[in-house]
C-alpha cells in the first residue's frame, strides 16, 4: 500500500468513526438484545444515555432483560439511523457487555447530579419502585450500516453497506467516547 492509499483509509476511518459518534451521541433509541443464560434471545427498544464510553438504560429489576443480564452479561445492541426519508434507517451496531446497577450506586449518583442521564430519567421514572440502571460496555469493534457512504454507491449494491470502526478510533474523534 503506498504511503497516500494508506493515508486516504486513515481520513475515511476517522470520517466513519466521527460519523459513528455522532450517531450514538444524537439518538437515544435503540434495540437491546440480551439472552439467558441457556441462549433464549431477548429483543427490546429501549431509550438510553451515552456518557464516557457507556450506554446506560433505566428498567426495572422483575423484567426480562435484567434477568437475562444477571444470568449472561453479553448483549447486543443495534441503534437505527434514519438518513432519508421512505428508505431504511441505517444503523450502528455492537456487541458489548452489561451490568445492573443500583441507584443509589455512587457511579450512577454522580451522573444523576451532573444531569447526564436526563435523557433517561425524565417521567418520575426515578420514584418508581424497582428501578435499575443497566450499564453496556461496548465491544472493540462498532459495525456501522450505510454511514459513511455515497448514496448512489449504496443504492447501486446494498449488500456493501457495512462498514466497521474500532472503539479506539470512536474514543479518538473527542471528548465523550472513552472508558473510565
Known sequence: MTAMA??????????????VKKAILHRHFCVLATASPDGIPHAV??????????LYFITYEDTKKVRNIRGNPNV????PVAKYPLAPPFSVQFQGTAIILAP?????????KSGKLKKITGHGVLKQPGGCFIQVTPGRKIHAYGLGIPAL???RDVSHGDRSVTFEELAAV????THK
Open 45 to 54: 427498544g429501549v431509550q438510553y444515555d451515552f456518557v464516557g464510553g457507556y
Open 6 to 19: 494508506g493515508k486516504s483509509i486513515r481520513k475515511e476511518s476517522t470520517r466513519l468513526a466521527a460519523q
Open 104 to 112: 443509589d450506586d455512587s457511579e450512577i449518583l454522580a451522573l444523576l
Open 153 to 155: 454507491t449504496l443504492l
Open 76 to 79: 447486543a445492541v443495534s441503534i
Open 174 to 177: 473527542g471528548k465523550g467516547g
